[in-house]
């Protein structure tokens, strides 16, 4: 057998050492993730931004106001001295043009080619006063021998076939063809519309004395098929108004019809009145007498029988004078427009102390921009709240009275004053006519008169409202609704939700995984934490059913026991941990695992159940038997909920006081007593200190109510079944489990040696937990916070379900909202492409968008700042 040589078996040390290569294939696969993970990452920002252009992009034509699409200048051929209207049909296809002769000039409005003449038959009575309504097809007009006559002026339209289309006619343009009195449009389908115009004169009325010519009136119809109504106001030259109302009723199965008809002289007008123009509403309840001087005098025509002058009131100052006057659709703005370009809008709103009969006055809620010369012509839209007006310079503007701006700036060729000017039917062009009868037509397109930034994010006068407001309404069963597209409610319900859900669930959770991070026994964490965990799964749209059809019933029945719940529960938890520190130490840490946990559970259903039986004398004792009409101010002060809101705040005052002044001395006596003694002691403190918050917090409620505090109106008021206290519950049990493992896990991050340092100088657990590993976890846990008011900012279908939908400015945590995500679930499936309730709806989307970006990167850098000091530990 051989030796073996030493020398050889060991390397030299001159030989170079073998190196391990890492693997080309993991290489690859590292190059592969990487590049992988970064394009991933750029492709999430220009997600991100995508969505945000796209939302953009659908939003700002809401704030492009709007354009001239084409124009046309041209005289109309045989037309007669003066204007009284000019009227269109609702496809810009044929104009009417009504001079105080009766003449009635029919042309092609896109050309200006004349059509046959028509005439209303006035038996050369010339017109000395004229009415018209909204819609321009009914009309009254006054005469030199004190006689009015109706008259109706329509465009009578049909569709046709195109094969029933007339030969020999004349091309007007690329669509329309006439034969001299019908004008024929070529549409979609192989159709044609026919548009022919119809007059029709009534007999003449005798209204005044013979001589006294009506210088002033206004017609309105109204009622129904069955039932239509006619009503006037005419002043004559002597000063004196007369208003008269007609009702037709007709007997469905004989079809005859009788006519009913009232008159009344209004109380006479001061003496040298110089009446201007006169108005009058649809239901003929009331009349307003406008003097050349600016001075408005307002009739209260309800009691038929006597009516009352209101009021009287100078609307434009002494040294301008009232040049028109007309009304918006729905026929509460009241448009005064005056010698120097002023154009504001009126309201007749009550007002406490209001010098008039009826406690209303003239409240001037909008001013527009003026013009540079008098206002001469004042046409509103069927549709909207916009209107035009022209002026002595033959200026045209288009603006909106809501919203306050001018869209359109027009000017008139030859710079003649207009003589009338209109809206057309679809808000789709403007027709307007110059003293010298000049027809000035333009095309146009203003898609979203009504939005502003101010508007949307500011408060708007609306009609019929007292002051400015924030409101969302985006629809209406009235055809002269005002569509009120405020965002301010919905931002302001969802953070309402927001804030209530966290104020529920955030102590729950934190306090949550305080507890099983450091003071459950693993095995018990090992259920909790995946149970928690499994709370997430359950869909929003369950917890929503849940909370409207079940929580929100019993919340309403048991509603002083929930409330009572707020301070039962914890005082159970507390006592119950009192009793435990009685039992010797052995026993308590031979049951400190699954036992102990068991028991807090048994604490909380006393808790409960002491809730449910103390619940109808707790609130027979502090809010008079019932908690309902309490909030409602029908009962009681404010002193019972202030005392309870008061309490936790007295019981830290107590607390603190004690621990400054007989804290050392009560530790001595823990420590001479030892074990159940101790804890007899903490639990003897701890009574005498509730009993001690308790009389603070009923001295501080009292003091607050002989103030004059009184939180009723404020935080608690009026109690609907679907309120924010629902959605709180319903919310947090979707955003507790969120935070809960956000914070658990980050706590139990935290190194060990930080706690076992903290225990190694003397600090009990809880010290340790609340002094040392929440400030280290302190990113972590602040991140769940966030991530947890993201998941409350979007929820959608618990608030839809259980907030009852109420868009109102309100912190009353009995009442209801209206969040940003919730409002577009419910209206985006009925609003119209490209409408504005459309586009408003993708900027509510794009404003929650903004929020929750603003929100993360301000909580990402309060995150990182905790990070830093976390790791200076």
């Not at 030796?3 to 590292?30: F, Q």
């Not at 010298?436 to 019929?464: A, K, M, Q, S």
């Not at 679930?825 to 609003?831: F, K, W």
């Amino acid at each position: 057998m051989s030796a073996i040589d030493p020398a050889a078996s060991t390397p030299s040390p001159s030989a170079p050492r073998r190196r391990k290569e890492t693997r080309r294939s993991v290489l690859i696969a590292d190059k592969v993730a990487d590049w992988t993970i970064t394009i991933g990452g750029l492709f999430v920002i220009v997600a991100v931004f995508g969505i945000m252009a796209f939302l953009a992009q659908v939003v700002v034509p809401l704030f492009t106001g709007g354009h001239v699409q084409d124009r046309a200048d041209y005289a109309v051929a045989g037309s007669d001295t003066g204007t009284l209207m000019v009227s269109t049909d609702e496809y810009r296809t044929i104009g009417l043009k009504i001079g105080p002769s009766g003449a009635v000039v029919a042309f092609h409005l896109p050309t200006g080619r004349p059509l046959a003449p028509l005439a209303y038959d006035f038996a050369g009575v010339p017109v000395t006063g004229f009415g018209r309504t909204l819609k321009r097809e009914d009309m009254a007009f006054g005469f030199a021998d004190g006689t009015i006559r109706f008259a109706r002026m329509r465009m009578a339209t049909q569709v046709l076939p195109a094969d029933q289309l007339p030969p020999g006619l004349t091309r007007l343009d690329d669509r329309d063809l006439t034969d001299g009195k019908v004008v024929w449009s070529r549409i979609a389908g192989n159709q044609v519309r026919r548009i022919a115009p119809e007059l029709a004169l009534e007999p003449p009325q005798k209204i005044a004395e013979d001589g006294s010519a009506i210088i002033a009136l206004d017609y309105r119809i109204g009622g129904t098929t069955e039932r239509p109504t006619k009503a006037f106001v005419a002043v004559d030259a002597s000063g004196i108004a007369r208003i008269g109302t007609s009702e037709t009723r007709t007997n469905m199965l004989t079809r005859q019809s009788r006519t009913e008809t009232r008159t009344a002289t209004l109380p006479a007008l001061p003496a040298g009145t110089k009446v201007k123009t006169v108005l009058m509403t649809d239901k003929a309840d009331q009349v307003y007498v406008g003097e050349a001087g600016g001075m408005i005098h307002r009739f209260d025509t309800r009691d038929f029988a006597q009516p009352t002058l209101a009021e009287s009131v100078d609307l434009l100052g002494a040294d301008e004078e009232l040049t028109s006057l007309y009304f918006l659709i729905g026929e509460i703005s009241l448009v005064v427009g005056g010698s120097k370009g002023t154009t504001d809008v009126y309201f007749r709103l009550q007002r406490p102390g209001a010098r008039s009969s009826d406690g209303y006055a003239l409240v001037r809620a909008h001013r527009l921009a003026p013009q540079p010369a008098a206002v001469t012509a004042i046409g509103a839209s069927q549709r909207t709240k916009m209107l035009v007006t022209g002026d002595a310079a033959g200026n045209v503007w288009l603006r909106h009275s809501t919203s306050e701006q001018t869209m359109l700036k027009l000017a008139a060729a030859g710079g003649k004053a207009i003589a009338s000017a209109q809206i057309t039917p679809r808000d789709d062009g403007i027709v307007a006519v110059d003293a010298d009868g000049r027809v000035h037509l333009w095309r146009i397109d203003v898609p979203h008169p009504e939005t502003t930034v101010g508007t949307i994010f500011g408060p708007v006068w609306y009609e019929g409202y007292s002051a400015p407001s924030y409101t969302w309404q985006s629809s209406s069963g009235t055809d002269s609704f005002e569509p009120k597209l405020s965002l301010v409610p919905l931002v302001f319900g969802t953070l309402k939700a927001t804030l209530y859900s966290l104020l529920f669930a955030v102590p729950i959770a934190l306090l949550a995984a305080i507890y099983t991070s450091e003071f459950v026994h693993r095995g018990v964490r090992a259920v909790v934490k995946p149970t928690m965990e499994m709370m997430a799964s359950l869909p929003s749209v369950v917890l929503g059913f849940i909370a409207a059809l079940i929580l929100a019933p019993l919340v309403e029945t048991w509603l002083s026991s929930v409330l009572l719940a707020f301070f039962a529960i914890p005082l159970s938890l507390f006592a119950a941990a009192h009793l435990w520190q009685l039992l010797p130490g052995d026993t308590a840490r031979r049951f400190g695992g699954l036992p102990k946990l068991v028991l807090i559970f048994v604490a909380l259903g006393v808790g409960l159940l002491a809730c449910l039986w103390l619940g109808r004398g707790f609130e027979q004792a502090l809010f008079a038997g019932n908690f309902k009409a309490w909030v409602n101010r029908d009962i009681g002060t404010g002193t019972p909920f202030m005392f309870l809101v008061l309490l936790p705040l007295s019981f830290l005052v107590a607390m603190t006081a004690f621990e400054r002044l007989a804290g050392p001395w009560f530790l001595a006596m823990q420590r001479r007593g030892g074990g159940t003694a101790a804890g007899l002691l903490d639990l003897v403190r701890w009574v005498a200190l509730l009993a001690a918050s308790a009389l603070i917090a009923f001295l501080a409620a009292r003091l607050l109510t002989g103030a004059g505090f009184d939180p009723r109106g404020g935080v608690v008021d009026t109690y609907v079944q679907r309120n924010t206290l629902v959605v709180a519950f319903a919310m947090g049990f979707a955003v507790i489990p969120i935070i809960y493992t956000i914070a658990e896990d980050a706590l139990n991050a935290v190194p060990e040696h930080l706690r076992a340092a903290s225990l190694a100088c003397g600090a009990t657990p809880w010290q340790t937990a609340i002094s040392v590993i929440l400030p280290t976890a302190a990113s972590g846990v602040f991140a769940g916070v966030m991530v947890g008011m993201g998941r409350a900012v979007g929820e959608t279908m618990i608030v839809v379900m259980a907030a009852g939908n109420t868009p109102i400015l309100e912190w009353n945590v009995f009442n209801g909202l209206r969040a940003l995500s919730a409002n577009i679930a419910v209206e985006l499936p009925e609003a119209v492409k490209d409408d504005t309730l459309y586009r408003t709806l993708f900027l509510a989307a794009l404003t929650l968008f903004v929020m929750t970006f603003v929100i993360n990167t301000g909580a990402e850098i309060i995150r990182q700042r905790f990070r830093k000091r976390a790791v200076q530990l």
